[in-house]
T-cell receptor, first 114, second 111 residues
Framework: NAGVMQNPRHLVRRRGQEARLRCSPM?????VYWYRQLPEEGLKFMVY????????ESGMPKERFSAEFPKEGPSILRIQQVVRGDSAAYFC????????????FGPGTRLTVL | GESVGLHLPTLSVQEGDNSIINCAYS??????FIWYKQESGKGPQFIID?????DKRQGQRVTVLLNKTVKHLSLQIAATQPGDSAVYFC??????????FGQGTTLQVKP
């Protein structure tokens, strides 16, 4: 039973380019969460999605960031016109049902903006 | 506002000793708490969780204690091993399912 999968594991972009991060939840999980981790810090919530719905995006920056979880395929976190401050590890987690269920994390995508 | 914090940034213990990692939370309405272990370059790994209707929960070599009166959470690791070396995060589940993480405690196990 595969865990949460994320790709790419490492992504390098130049300032102004777009970054697309993908997350496939665990089998049977319909809830996906994205978190960002800056060096030497804890994880910060960004967005919570179910299939075709954004449930909570209170942690998402107002501009340049978007997320989706289509009916088919992985969840996508998209960062447009990246800046150096976007360099971080981005983690995806999934849970089977709503709310207070254990979230299982993927290995993360490490984004470096040059 | 909501916040979850850890008392010590680094904890150094001798192999075989017991480790205790502490966490304070501020939202008294939170009802679910989780401890995660994160090794360098990896994602957080679930260790143990506890709901607010419990004071203590035990797993394999780990115990989580919850004191709702003072809003304090702790993780106890028995017979700490070198493989336990990692950063440990407590997290508090918000009412929409999002997790609020503390800054983390680095556990160093000395042989």
């Amino acid at each position: 039973n595969a865990g949460v999968m994320q790709n790419p594991r490492h992504l390098v972009r130049r300032r102004g380019q777009e970054a697309r991060l993908r997350c496939s939840p665990m089998k049977g999980h319909s809830h996906v969460y994205w978190y960002r981790q800056l060096p030497e810090e804890g994880l910060k919530f960004m967005v919570y999605l179910q299939k075709e719905n954004i449930i909570d995006e209170s942690g998402m920056p107002k501009e340049r960031f978007s997320a989706e979880f289509p009916k088919e395929g992985p969840s996508i976190l998209r960062i447009q016109q990246v800046v150096r401050g976007d360099s971080a590890a981005y983690f995806c987690a999934s849970s089977p049902t709503l709310g207070t269920d254990t979230q299982y994390f993927g290995p993360g995508t490490r984004l470096t903006v040059l | 506002g909501e916040s979850v914090g850890l008392h010590l940034p680094t904890l150094s213990v001798q192999e075989g000793d017991n480790s205790i990692i502490n966490c304070a939370y501020s939202n008294s309405a939170s009802d679910y708490f989780i401890w995660y272990k994160q090794e360098s370059g990896k994602g957080p790994q679930f260790i143990i969780d506890i709901r607010s209707n419990m004071d203590k929960r035990q797993g394999q070599r780990v115990t989580v204690l919850l004191n709702k009166t003072v809003k304090h959470l702790s993780l106890q690791i028995a017979a700490t091993q070198p493989g336990d070396s990692a950063v440990y995060f407590c997290a508090e589940a918000g009412n929409t399912g999002k997790l609020i993480f503390g800054q983390g405690t680095t556990l160093q196990v000395k042989p």
